[in-house]
């Protein structure tokens, strides 16, 4: 009976990314920010394919008898499942993008293709062509002089089938990153923006490239590899951890193909020499009528930048009306517990607290882990001059986080050369707590600051993602969080904590233990009730003890971002679980535990989602809510995100989501409400002003993870790896 109550992980992450297009297709979401969240729609599935299908991949190839421990499938048919599903929502991706082009044009932003060019326009991008194009182009005919190129990860090329004397030939053109991307026509009228793609441009003068052969069929292609490589596996003891990962990012470019989109229909014959040169199957092969690579739209963005009324209006993180400017912050948090909730409240007093750490004389040491920071970080600047200043500072860089290993490789030599110790997680657990620990030496003795935070370290998605800054001097959380830095340091894994729920050995099961105490509550008619505000629910031991605690009468509430495994209301197994997911302007990604109802509520905050890589494959941190009006704030959060009726879907029986609907109710949209609540509550000589503009791209919920600022490298975002991967609003994200 329990089998309906579980989803598939994967299949589960597709449902999110199809609410992340519902986003582009919604008519009150401004149009620019809609093709935003179509762009973030397929950055997700690029880092989908690269990664999770990717792994399925090795795992059919290496013992396609194991199954999924949740659905029961076996790693093939996951990727039946998965290639089905992706194609069924290819003609909705297609169609959305129709509708946003269209109703780009009435505002006057155009996208052209070359055929639609007027005579004047054609001539225009002839010259350009001539010699911005071509004079860089590499084309290559395959025969036994030539072998097929090398792809890279998610670029563009044209693909030609080619006819000559001697017979039928296959032809490449890169259409390398070399050339801007959007080629922008001129115009008389300033108000009319007016481009095509580079690639269209390529493929439409390709008969230049292939002079003395005819072009019986072409399309552009674009292939994703599989970036999916076990670190532990390849270590070459040799090296050390950095080299080791700047070894594996190399040869990760290079891993086999996982799928390979084109722009249109083409032959049988011209697929089948693409798959056979690329060792692909034709299920893994997508036609996609709109653009194969949605990144050039920041190019628009910035210049549509006058046009206000396609983008979000801009809103700005306020200061906190618990942060007194005039006063330290490690004074202040001496006398209480702060708060901060992004993006509604500004990071910035977590920056001062860092800023002054390493300018004040009884700061001894700074301990910190670092799992993804900003471009041009401040918080790693902070550490330097504390470093620099003669603080002992030691930071713990994840250099396994997913896309940002290079980044961080690069911050661990910054580090390094301003005099940090640099250390990195154990073998076989990334460390993906949020943690620092600031040490003072005093005439009382030693004195702790303790920060504990859901989200990264990086100014830039502060102000992109819903995360919690928590920050206190509490005694048994310093003592917690020492014995995390003690035990990294040796190579070792906490085992015991007084206030702190670490993983991978104490979370989990203090989590099944709380909610132990409800059941038995709710058996001796008592109110039994478990809160979660989740990225994503996939730990099966978690799972499983929700099923306990929905058949024992304990009422269960989940707000989860992205996938859930857990399908809610199946009567007699889940009728007590409510599961809701809220997509919207901004990334949701704070994690908040509840257990229990009124006096004896207790609540946490974590880096950890309830997945069965936090709690058991890397070292994370929840921290107890102690302070009653922080307690308060969290959960006015988690009751207003239970409220909306704008932006969330609820789960049904069938563990299909549908929009929350009104019914005659106000209009709750959370993001909405919670900005106006900061807006109100900020102390008036610190109010942000609120006629503000930021560019058009710091605007945007980055809904799209800041692995998106690779992107061309990737738009990712309201989500931010398959969860979400998403990624940031940059230029080029």
Request: glycine share 4%; proline share 3%; net charge positive.
């Amino acid at each position: 009976m329990k089998n309906k109550v579980y989803d598939n992980r994967e299949l589960s992450w597709l449902k999110f990314n199809e609410r992340v297009l519902e986003e582009a297709r919604d008519g009150t979401v401004p149009l620019l920010e809609r093709l935003l969240f179509q762009s973030i729609y397929s950055s997700n599935l690029d880092e989908f394919f690269m990664v999770r299908v990717g792994s399925l991949y090795d795992a059919s190839l290496v013992d396609d008898s194991h199954k999924d421990n949740k659905s029961n499938m076996r790693p093939s048919e996951q990727l039946a499942a998965i290639f089905s599903r992706v194609r069924e929502l290819i003609p909705v991706k297609d169609d959305s993008f129709k509708q946003i082009t269209k109703a780009l044009e009435r505002e006057g932003i155009f996208h052209r293709s070359v055929k639609s060019l007027t005579k004047q326009e054609l001539e225009f991008l002839e010259a350009y062509y001539a010699y911005e194009i071509k004079p860089f182009l590499t084309a290559i005919i395959i025969d036994k002089r030539h072998p097929f190129p090398f792809l890279v990860n998610k670029s563009l090329y044209v693909a030609a089938r080619l006819s000559s004397k001697t017979g039928i030939s296959l032809g490449i053109i890169g259409c390398s990153d070399k050339f801007k991307r959007v080629v922008f026509l001129p115009s008389q009228d300033e108000n009319v923006i007016s481009f095509v793609l580079v690639e269209d441009v390529i493929s439409h003068f390709a008969d230049k490239s292939f002079t003395g052969y005819k072009i019986e069929e072409k399309t552009i292609m674009r292939v994703t590899r599989n970036a999916d490589i076990d670190v532990d596996e390849s270590f070459d003891r040799e090296l050390d951890f950095r080299q080791n990962m700047s070894v594996l990012i190399n040869k990760r470019k290079r891993l086999c193909p996982v799928r390979l989109q084109i722009s249109k229909q083409i032959s049988e014959e011209l697929i089948k020499a693409l798959c056979d040169r690329l060792d692909l199957s034709k299920k893994q092969v997508f036609c996609e009528k709109s653009p194969l690579d949605l990144s050039y739209v920041f190019s628009v963005f910035d210049k549509a930048s006058e046009k206000k009324n396609l983008f979000f209006v801009p809103q700005i993180p306020q200061r906190s009306c618990m942060i007194d400017d005039n006063v330290p912050m490690i004074e202040q948090i001496d006398r209480r517990d702060l708060f901060l909730s992004y993006p509604y409240e500004s990071i910035s007093p977590f920056i001062r607290l860092l800023n002054e750490a390493a300018k004040a004389e009884d700061v001894v040491s700074i301990k910190m882990t670092l799992y993804r920071v900003a471009k041009n970080s401040k918080v790693v600047k902070a550490l330097c001059n504390a470093a620099e200043n003669g603080k002992k500072v030691v930071v713990l860089v994840e250099l396994r986080a997913r896309f940002d290993e290079e980044n961080n490789i690069g911050w661990s030599k910054q580090l390094e050369e301003s005099g940090c110790q640099v250390m990195y997680g154990p073998q076989g657990l990334k460390v993906h707590s949020k943690l620092c620990l600031i040490t003072r030496s005093t005439a009382d003795g030693a004195k702790y600051t303790v920060q504990i935070g859901t989200g990264n370290y990086n100014e830039k998605t502060a102000g992109l993602y819903t995360d919690l800054c928590l920050m206190t001097s509490n005694k048994d959380m310093a003592a917690d969080a020492e014995e995390v830095f003690r035990t990294l340091s040796m190579g070792g894994l906490v085992e015991n904590t007084k206030a702190l729920l670490v993983a991978p050995l104490c979370l989990q099961n203090k989590v099944v233990e709380m909610m132990d105490n409800e059941i038995a509550i709710a058996k001796a008619g008592g109110e039994g009730y478990v809160g979660a505000k989740l990225n994503s629910l996939t730990d099966k031991v978690l799972i499983d003890k929700i099923i306990e605690c929905s058949q024992a009468g304990v009422k269960v509430e989940l707000v989860i971002r992205g996938i859930s495994c857990l399908v809610a209301g199946v009567k007699g197994v889940t009728e007590n679980v409510h599961i809701r997911s809220i997509v919207g302007r901004y990334l949701e990604h704070a994690r908040i535990y509840i257990f229990g109802s009124g006096v004896r509520r207790r609540v946490y905050i974590s880096s950890a989602d309830y997945m069965t890589r936090n709690t058991t494959r890397r070292v994370e941190v929840a921290a107890p809510v102690l302070d009653d009006e922080i307690k308060s704030r969290v959960l006015d959060l988690f009751e207003m995100e239970l409220a909306d009726n704008v932006k969330a879907r609820v789960m049904q029986p069938d563990g299909i989501y549908v929009r929350a609907e009104a019914n005659g109710a106000v209009p709750v949209d959370s993001q909405k409400q919670l900005f106006a609540k900061a807006y109100a509550d900020a102390p008036a000589v610190n109010k942000a002003p609120e006629k503000a503009e930021p560019k058009p791209q710091d605007t945007v919920a980055d809904n799209v993870s800041q692995k998106t600022e690779k992107s061309k490298k990737k738009v990712s975002c309201q989500g931010s790896s398959p969860g979400l991967s998403v990624k940031i609003r940059k230029k080029k994200k």
